[in-house]
Nanobody, 122 residues
């Protein structure tokens, strides 16, 4: 199993970024996928998840600003982030749980990508 994130960077408050995670080594369409983030000195926290049948869930802190989506033909899960705030600054990780249904705790995830840095600053 391999998960490779891309799309991070530096953006001003109020700006947008789109993260992507390309998966390989398993039947992508059969699994839920999730995005988490981790700021320095903090624990990894749930951001969003999408089930095998595209049911989505979001952390309250990002609801209405972030959108998770998946493209099973391309084995890709995306995270569109709008109206970014300085508190969104973190390393963002793509993860795969051992389930078809959404999971919200890091310990429920079997595989992680290497992470991509998102910095929101003026």
């Amino acid at each position: 199993v391999q998960l490779v994130e891309s799309g991070g960077g530096l953006v001003q408050p109020g700006g947008s970024l789109r993260l992507s995670c390309v998966a390989s080594g398993f039947t992508f369409s059969s699994y839920s996928m999730g995005w988490f983030r981790q700021a320095p000195g903090e624990e990894r926290e749930f951001v969003a998840a999408i089930s095998w049948d595209s049911i989505t869930n979001y952390a309250d802190s990002v609801k209405g600003r972030f959108t998770i989506s998946r493209d099973n033909a391309k084995n890709t899960v995306n995270l569109q982030m709008n109206s970014l705030k300085p508190e969104d600054t973190a390393v963002y990780y793509c993860g795969r749980p051992s389930s078809s249904y959404n999971r919200y705790r890091p310990r429920e995830y079997d595989y992680w990508g290497q992470g991509t840095q998102v910095t929101v600053s003026s």
